[in-house]
């Protein structure tokens, strides 16, 4: 078993729906991150939180602690969102433990 | 230069041979990471570096090696290439360990 494990692996959607990406991990941690992948390759850092909820434009990310699981959120998604969305978790000594990663695909 | 910056962008390498990736980033960043990324693996730490002139190991360190003589600069060397290091790899850079960290355009490995 993963320590970290997202889910669902791939999503394909209509554009404006509201999207739904999940996280859970196995290990103590003090920090999530959630990142995208674009299409050309690069990575960008979306969210880094430690408890509650964030929210960066459309992009809404959250986590429950005792339960060991985060969301990351998309309202009114856009084809512009496809991408991989991958969550990681920093449970300290340099060890950032990635999820395998969730390739969204929003149709227009 | 602005943020961070791997060369080459890709290459083909025939096995057995030695090469460097280079990874630089003018944010004055502290911590530094190499990873790679395989098909179904996701990301992996190599090595990485909490500041200058120090290096750990991380995940999947065998094969490679890494330097960090000054802030800017954290190269990733391969000995001798094994097909087995065919991948893309990433670079990446935090002003400290744990908090957000910022990532190279990556560079797709080929090992023949």
Redesign the interface.
Known sequence: KNEVEQSPQNLTAQEGEFITINCSYSVGI??L?W?QQHPG?????LF?LSSGKKKHGRLIATINIQEKHSSLHITASHPRDSAVY?C?A?G?A???V????TRLTINP | IAGITQAPTSQILAAGRRMTLRCTQDMRHNAMYWYRQDLGLGLRLIHYSNTAGTTGKGEVPDGYSVSRANTDDFPLTLASAVPSQTSVYFCASSDEVGVTQYFGPGTRLTVL
């Not at chain 1, 990635?98 to 990663?101: D, H, K, L, V, Y």
């Open positions: 003090s920090a991150h990142l390759g690069g990575i960008v850092s880094m991958i990681a920093y300290g340099q060890k950032l990635f999820g395998q990663g």
